[in-house]
């Protein structure tokens, strides 16, 4: 790439190295616009005479150009790819979704010397029309061989990104409190439905029980008959693991025990089970207040119908320190 000063004529096909103003400070050309026959007279009405542009080497591809094909293979599912200015290419939502990202590859490309992606945090809930990520090539051009090595890894490794969609997702949730179900609902339904607000959701399914096995047992079955997409357990009190009742409730409604303890502050004593592709998610605490916790960072995957792993529950604790 060789950058220069030519006459206005002799710009036609080039690339201008920095953004043109007219006297009154307005906007002529953006810098990387590649200068057309009417730019070329469009400089010469405004009055000038040179200006500064590049010109691509052999096995170098516009900037434009270059991020347009990462684009197209960094992010998957309900996303919609806007070129911007800049050699910028921008990733929205077509709809209400939640982010899955590949960390360790977006990393890897990031590493690169010819583009950067940036992405919101792994399982983020993003609204439709809202931007997913944005990539930024070197400016002007780059080298052919740098670009198809990203490429290359993304085609090997799958997308940096997907966007799945939150459609029409349903919400069951157990109250429960050792003395009077109903008690646990009166503390936390109002939060609950703060928390379900920001999802724009409200809760299909609600039951409340004594804190007992066989009271919890029973109402979790039931709740699970309905087929809701997730299922979360509102408890008055703070298990110290599994082998608790509300653990023993999952296990004899037929739930499989994923995870207890998330490295989430709050939010640690988070205990996750699956029956079937159903999560039941307990997070003792966590209903209290309408304050970002570790519902918040597991529920818009959970709602999106993405079985979130105990490994992936493990991995939380970079960025886990929340308040």
């Known amino acids: 790439m060789r950058a220069q000063t030519v006459n206005v004529r002799e ?63 960094v992010g998957c599912g309900s996303v919609e790819i806007r070129l911007a200015a800049g050699g910028r290419a921008n990733l ?36 439709a029309g809202e931007r997913l990520a944005t990539i930024k090539s070197a400016p002007f051009a780059v080298s052919q061989q740098q670009l198809e090595a990203v490429l290359s890894i993304i085609r090997e490794r799958g997308p940096i990104l997907q966007a799945r ?56 079955g039931h709740l699970l008959r309905a087929q809701p997409t997730v299922v979360l357990v509102a408890s008055t009190t703070a298990p110290a693991g599994p082998e608790d009742v509300v653990g023993r409730a999952m296990l004899n409604a037929g739930c499989q025990l994923e995870r207890f303890l ?22 003792p605490g966590c209903f209290r207040s309408a304050k970002s916790n570790v519902v918040d960072l597991v529920l818009p995957p959970m709602l999106a119908r993405y079985r979130v792993s105990g490994w992936e529950i493990a991995c939380l604790g970079h960025g886990g320190l929340i308040g």
């Open 262 to 283: 998330a490295p989430v502050e709050p939010g640690t004593l988070l205990l996750l089970g699956y029956k079937d592709d159903i999560p039941v998610l307990s997070a």
């Open 92 to 127: 929205f939502a077509t709809e209400d979704c939640s982010v899955l990202v590949d960390d360790e590859l977006l990393k890897q490309i990031n590493c690169t010397a010819s583009v950067v992606i940036a992405t919101p945090v792994n399982f983020s809930f993003v609204r």
């Open 11 to 73: 710009a036609h096909g080039r690339i201008l190295c920095c953004t043109i103003f007219r006297p009154g400070g307005k906007k002529l050309l953006a810098k990387g616009h590649l200068v057309s026959e009417e730019d070329v007279l469009l400089l010469e009405t405004e009055g000038m005479q040179k200006v500064w542009v590049t010109e691509l080497d052999e096995g170098e591809i516009p900037e434009d150009d270059a991020v347009t094909q990462v684009a197209a293979l």
């Open 165 to 220: 969609p939150l459609r029409d997702p349903s919400v069951a949730i157990l109250y429960s409190d050792p003395c009077a179900g109903d008690r646990a609902r009166q503390q936390f339904e109002n939060i609950m439905k703060q928390r379900l607000d920001r999802y724009g959701i409200t809760p299909r399914f609600s039951l409340a029980a004594v804190e007992d096995e066989a009271s919890l047992s029973k109402a979790l």
